[in-house]
């Protein structure tokens, strides 16, 4: 069992949300720190009064000074407890019934899997894991050991070079962690669907898994049958196989990435060969989205799903003029009737915050825009109620006139 080094009390009135059960304590709530903690070490988190309200792990480098594992003052933090949170997390993985048409899905969400810092996404026979905080890098290699126990794969490789760790003073870093080294490209299936994925160097853990849901409904036959579509940044064209391989008409894919339009030609032509007439666009996209508008040029569908805009709270404003001049250029683009998907992953801006975006852009436009679904992250990417923060991903699946 770890010991508990120290002990944060908390400022008078700033309790109530660790007893909501939020993961985070901020370094403003903390009053006083007791003991001798290390970073990574393992604290508990009383009130004024000194009544015990979680145990967490802490780093005094970073914002968030505690991540928050358990409220349960009995409850032993030890190798058991991380396998049973672990075994915890594969159990609802398992339960989503994903195999055999899909083998690539996320196994641990961070903190809505009571994983504070852990993300554990499976490709076909490897795991990819990140380790995204300070009290996760110190106890990675056992979490490893353990992955490698409940899953058996031919390999764990870790891609924790994400800018995040620099909140924690961690540098960034990757590396076999277990097992064999993946190779650099490997075939994934989602929905019956191939892709091909660079889990050395892709986006986040190598693709976008969170979006597997929404590329099954904006994917639907109804939708794509003879019709053209613009996929904005379209990475690895996870949507653009999605319609052609629903019998869609032209494909202009959109991204600044020339290995990712690379990979995602080879992506579309391995679901739908001789395909002749796509696009495959390397640029800014808001650049060629308004050279697509001189030009007069139309499309019967359109996919915006563009990386996170605002980093912060102090970024909100300007990413709202971002999504809205995005938004705005995509329906000056659409014929009437086409279909949009628009998204937003900055978890700073709210769905409904994303909404009013979307009306403003659809008043500027002179377009009458019909909401015909929300749209979120896939539900191997689940979400806790008591930690509003895990709802990073929002769309809404529109027809426009």
Known sequence: ???????????????????????????????????????????????????????????????????????????AIDEAFWYGRLRRAL????????????????????????????????????????????????RKEMLAGLLADLVAPRGILERSDVAVRHKENLPETSGVLAGESPPQRLTIQENGLEFIVDLWHGHKTGFYLDQRENRAIFGREAWFAGKSLLNVFSYTGGFSVY?????????????????????????????????????????????????????????????LDPPKFAQSQAEIQKASRGYKDLNLLALGLLQPGGILATFSCSGHVT?????????????????????????????????????PESAYLKGFLCRVW
């Open 351 to 387: 769905a409904d915050l994303f909404q009013k975006i979307l009306f403003a852009a659809a008043v500027d436009a002179g377009r009458e825009v019909q909401i015909l679904a929300p749209l979120a992250q896939a539900a191997d990417h689940p979400l806790l109620v008591t930690f």
């Open 91 to 138: 159990n609802g993985r398992d339960a989503l019934a994903l195999q055999p048409q899909t083998n690539a899905y996320r196994l641990a969400n961070a903190e809505a899997d009571g994983l504070p810092g852990l993300i554990v996404d499976r490709y076909a026979d490897y795991l990819v894991l990140q380790s995204l905080t300070l009290g996760i890098e110190k």
């Open 1 to 75: 069992m770890e010991a508990i080094f120290g002990i944060l009390t908390l400022k008078s009135g700033r309790e109530k949300p660790v007893k909501n059960r939020h993961p985070w304590v901020f370094s403003g709530a903390i009053e006083r720190v007791e003991g001798s903690p290390q970073p990574g070490d393992l604290v508990a988190v009383n009130d004024q009064h000194g009544r015990f309200l979680a145990t967490g792990y802490y780093n005094p480098h970073s914002q968030i000074r505690a991540r928050l594992l358990t409220w349960d003052a009995n409850q």
């Open 243 to 303: 319609a052609a391989a629903a019998g869609g008409a032209a494909i202009t894919n959109i991204d600044s990435s020339i290995p990712a339009l690379e990979l995602a030609e080879a992506n579309v032509l391995n679901a739908a060969p001789e395909r002749t007439a796509d696009q495959y666009i390397a640029g800014d996209a808001f650049e060629v989205l308004r050279y697509l508008r001189d030009e007069e040029q139309r499309f019967d569908a359109a996919i």
